[in-house]
């Protein structure tokens, strides 16, 4: 007989799968592209998001970015060239809106990853990242209000306090990571294919 932890393990993996197939292709491709035009890289966000957010860090960093999390003592001042990744499942968490307004402010790109795609956060996006995951049901997620979800009967998913979008995120920023490695590769493989030709001649 399968066990408990078994059981939830395979819940959580099909509630992160179902958010990740109702992402649109060409926001995660506009996600991409930017990031890899950046100059430098900024992440932002509270709580479990700040730790998807600095896990991103840790790994695009390996790919030779410039990278930065927000409110550490070492991050200087996002430019026109730069770009903030925005995570909030609410869209609404002050710490990471505010990061987006002032990163807007000083002419940086914004790319919002969040649940609900009318939120203030969402707003500010040059690039936003809809990704479901704090309810399930058969209106879309931009029903941020209890009372309305009661009577629709669109309740908070199996896992709690929005874990669900958060472990998504996580999941599809890797992808991502392994997205940009793959075409920076393949273009340094082209260029060194140029080089050797040329050396040749």
Same mark, same amino acid.
């Given at each position: 007989?399968?066990?408990?932890? *078994? !059981?939830?393990?395979? *819940?959580?993996?099909?509630?992160?799968? &179902?958010?990740?197939?109702?992402?649109?292709?060409?926001?995660?491709?506009?996600?991409?592209?930017?990031?890899?035009?950046?100059? *430098?890289?900024?992440?932002? %966000?509270? &709580?479990?998001?700040?730790?998807?957010?600095?896990? @991103?860090?840790?790994?695009?960093?390996?790919?030779?970015?410039?990278?930065?999390?927000? /409110?550490?003592?070492?991050?200087?001042?996002? !430019?026109?060239?730069?770009?903030?990744?925005?995570?909030? &499942?609410?869209?609404?968490?002050?710490?990471?809106? +505010?990061?987006?307004?002032? &990163?807007? !402010?000083?002419?940086?790109?914004?790319?919002?990853?969040?649940?609900?795609?009318?939120?203030?956060?969402?707003?500010?996006?040059?690039?936003?990242?809809?990704?479901?995951?704090?309810?399930?049901?058969?209106?879309?997620?931009?029903? *941020?209000?209890?009372?309305?979800?009661?009577?629709?009967?669109?309740?908070?998913?199996?896992?709690?306090? %929005?874990?669900? @979008?958060?472990?998504?995120?996580?999941?599809?920023?890797?992808?991502?990571?392994?997205?940009?490695? #793959?075409?920076?590769? /393949?273009? #340094? %493989? +082209?260029?060194?294919?140029?080089?050797?030709?040329? !050396?040749? +001649?």
């Amino acid at each position: 007989m399968m066990s408990e932890p *078994k !059981k939830i393990a395979e *819940k959580i993996i099909e509630q992160i799968e &179902g958010s990740i197939k109702l992402v649109d292709e060409k926001q995660i491709e506009d996600m991409v592209q930017l990031i890899m035009d950046s100059k *430098k890289i900024f992440v932002a %966000g509270s &709580g479990r998001s700040g730790f998807v957010a600095r896990s @991103f860090a840790s790994r695009i960093v390996d790919l030779g970015y410039e990278v930065y999390v927000v /409110g550490e003592t070492i991050t200087p001042s996002a !430019k026109s060239l730069d770009t903030i990744i925005a995570i909030s &499942g609410s869209g609404e968490t002050s710490y990471t809106l +505010n990061a987006a307004e002032v &990163g807007k !402010k000083l002419g940086a790109k914004i790319i919002a990853i969040t649940s609900y795609p009318e939120s203030p956060l969402a707003r500010l996006g040059d690039v936003v990242v809809h990704m479901p995951g704090r309810i399930t049901g058969p209106v879309q997620a931009s029903i *941020k209000d209890y009372l309305t979800r009661q009577i629709t009967g669109i309740h908070e998913p199996f896992t709690p306090a %929005g874990t669900a @979008f958060e472990l998504a995120c996580m999941v599809l920023l890797e992808s991502v990571v392994i997205t940009i490695k #793959e075409r920076r590769e /393949g273009i #340094e %493989g +082209n260029y060194e294919s140029v080089r050797a030709a040329v !050396k040749v +001649n």
